[in-house]
């Protein structure tokens, strides 16, 4: 590995970067030309973790805490909670937002990313009347890089820009999703029931955040490794800016 390589913090649960799930990350990340750094919440809590990655990838994984986001855990919502990687997570989120450290948000990371900024979630999709089943592909026969619902992206965002155009196919491994949107971020991608795909904070560098899964696409969806491309474009220019200053 070449050391002109940005470094890209992926967030993961203890003991979690060997999973074959975990893998497709780090693949992305290294398939667009940036070295994964592994972040379980022992890590990503330390103060200096942001001088030592140039981006922050904010990955897939069990569900945010309900009373983070200021409500009890409704009844059959199936919440399973991870509270070492929310403790670390919203932490990291927060810091790196407050830095202006690229970000790309995946699955569980859009739900950080928007809980850290003040927003908040549907514990279930299912329970929220939303087309649950459409949303979770587990169980469907479907592999995982396959498309199972579209989205509509907003005009002029960045998301267009990277997926060239305002429609597009998505995998879909979620039973939850963002119900109030943080201050200063937009929506920049819904599915047909109305469920957010997509993020973006349009005043900072680089702040992405989808619903989906890339990572599993980017095999066979060119247009999904662009979501990298991207963040480790971003990457590199926030190290050229460090190195300046
Ligand atoms: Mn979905």
Same mark, same amino acid.
């Given at each position: ?75 059959? !919502?199936?919440? $399973?909670?991870?509270? &070492?990687?929310?403790? =670390? /997570?919203? @932490?990291?989120?927060?810091?790196? %937002? ?44 479907? !592999?995982?890089? $396959?498309?199972?619902? &579209?989205?509509?992206? =907003? /005009?002029? @965002?960045?998301?267009?820009?990277? %997926? ?44 992405? !955040? ?36």
């Amino acid at each position: 590995m070449s050391p002109s390589r940005p470094r890209i913090g992926i967030t993961i649960s203890t003991g979690g970067a060997q999973s074959p799930k975990a893998e497709r990350y780090a693949a992305a990340v290294r398939a667009a030309g940036g070295e994964p750094v592994w972040l379980p919440p022992g890590a990503a809590v330390s103060a200096r973790v942001l001088d030592d990655i140039d981006a922050l990838l904010l990955s897939g994984g069990k569900d945010i805490d309900p009373e983070l986001f200021g409500e009890r855990v409704v009844p059959d !919502a199936h919440v $399973e909670i991870d509270a &070492p990687r929310d403790a =670390a /997570e919203l @932490s990291l989120a927060r810091a790196a %937002l407050q830095s202006d450290c690229p970000i790309l948000g995946i699955c569980r990371g859009i739900q950080t990313l928007n809980v850290a900024a003040g927003g908040t979630l549907h514990q279930d999709l299912g329970l929220a009347h939303h087309d649950a089943r459409t949303h979770d592909q587990h169980g469907s026969g479907k !592999a995982e890089w $396959e498309p199972v619902h &579209p989205i509509t992206i =907003a /005009e002029g @965002s960045r998301l267009a820009t990277l %997926l060239h155009g305002m429609r597009a196919e998505v995998n879909s491994f979620h039973h939850q999703a963002v119900k109030a949107v943080a201050s200063g971020f937009v929506v920049t991608a819904t599915a047909p029931d109305g469920v957010i795909e997509a993020l973006e904070d349009p005043h900072r560098p680089f702040v992405i !955040a989808v619903q989906w899964h890339p990572e599993r696409m980017v095999d066979r969806h060119a247009d999904q490794r662009q979501l990298f491309a991207a963040l480790i474009d971003a990457a590199r220019q926030r190290r050229a800016l460090a190195q300046k200053s």
